[in-house]
């Protein structure tokens, strides 16, 4: 099975704090991602990854930056945090080159408050 | 523009009772994949199913079947014989023109009581 982690399911950070969030998956996917999920909004993508040191904007990347070093880590970094990134986020990583159609398979999720 | 509709916000049925959520696309490709995904209350999504746009057979598995129509631009997905386990949020979404990430809809709440 597919196994993607997430390396915090509760994060409380404060405004104005630099925040990481760290994804590792085991299945040697290309391709990893990461969305925010809110109320009535759904998920939303903020970036993605097709290879390593690739990275494209999302719907929402405002914000956030990325890192990609290695195949099996996607970091996403909210540089100076603020209160209405306050959410949950969602790690992805998929099979195939430049995204591909291949299912999407997701982390348990982080819950990150900021105060 | 390419859109993903599930009207439906929240539903409630008692178990055993059969369930369709629906699911609404819009694109303007020929070629597209749609997919389905259920959220349950630990917080993880889980892949159900990819549906390409050649493809317009019906699938079944277990309890669970979707209902594919080009014709309305629907992904409907029915659950039978319902069970407090499948409680949950369930996502539909379409993958982008690019093909890069998927367009999800705002999710539909299914409450399975006993």
């Known amino acids: 099975d597919v196994k993607v982690t997430q390396s915090s399911r509760y994060l409380v950070k404060r405004t104005g704090e630099k925040v990481f969030l760290e994804c590792v998956q085991d299945m040697d996917h290309e391709n990893m991602f990461w969305y925010r999920q809110d109320p009535g909004l759904g998920l939303r993508l903020i970036y993605f990854s097709y290879d390593v040191k690739m990275k494209e904007k999302g719907d929402i990347p405002e914000g956030y930056s990325v890192s990609r070093e290695k195949k099996e880590r996607f970091s996403l970094i909210l540089e100076s945090a603020s209160t209405n990134q306050t959410s949950m986020y969602l790690c992805a990583s998929s099979f195939g080159s430049t995204g591909g159609n291949q299912p999407q398979h997701f982390g348990d999720g982080t819950r990150l408050s900021i105060l | 523009a390419q859109k993903v509709t599930q009207a439906q916000t929240e539903i409630s049925v008692v178990e055993k009772e059969d369930v369709t959520l629906d699911c609404v696309y819009e694109t303007r490709d020929t070629t597209y994949y749609l997919f389905w995904y259920k959220q349950p209350p630990s917080g993880e999504l889980v892949f159900l199913i990819r549906?390409?746009?050649?493809?317009?057979q019906n699938e079944i598995s277990g309890r669970y079947s979707w209902n594919f129509q080009k014709s309305t631009s629907s992904f409907n997905f029915t659950i039978t014989a319902s069970q407090v386990v499948d409680s949950a949020v369930y996502f539909c979404?379409?993958?982008?023109?690019?093909?890069?990430?998927?367009?999800f809809g705002k999710g539909t709440t299914l409450s399975v009581s006993s």
């Open positions: 549906r390409n746009s050649f493809d317009e």
């Open positions: 979404a379409l993958l982008n023109q690019a093909g890069t990430a998927l367009i």
